[in-house]
């Protein structure tokens, strides 16, 4: 079993920045991709960013040029750095990750931005 623990959503104003994390752990395991997918309330969860263990990423065109994501693969740790924040950032963010063939989900992290 693979366990994912995010931390660093809050409150922020429109043009703040906030940084996501999130964490791996469980039995022996290598990680193939990770990253966050995002629900806002009436809205099905969309993809964020997702980063693949060879480095490469992919980003929603929402986010492309504000969003990073970045992973430490020894640490089996994602991280999400949002810049410009704007109102439709808000959303509950979901880590996800992919473990041989599995799929795993975090368990959620608020982040609202405020006008």
């Known amino acids: 079993q693979v366990q994912l623990v995010e931390s660093g959503g809050g409150l922020v104003q429109v043009g703040g920045s906030l940084r996501l994390s999130c964490a791996a752990s469980?039995?022996?395991?290598?990680?193939?991709?990770m990253g966050w997918y995002r629900q806002a309330p009436g809205k099905q969860r969309e993809l964020v960013a997702t980063t693949f263990r060879d480095g490469n990423t992919n980003y929603a065109d929402s986010v492309q040029g504000r969003f990073t994501i970045s992973r430490d693969n020894a640490k089996n740790t994602v991280y999400l750095q949002m810049n410009s924040l704007k109102p439709e950032d808000t959303a509950v963010y979901y880590c996800h990750a992919v473990v041989m063939a599995w799929n795993y989900w975090g368990q959620g992290t608020q982040v609202t931005v405020s006008s």
């Open positions: 469980g039995r022996s395991f290598s990680v193939n991709a």
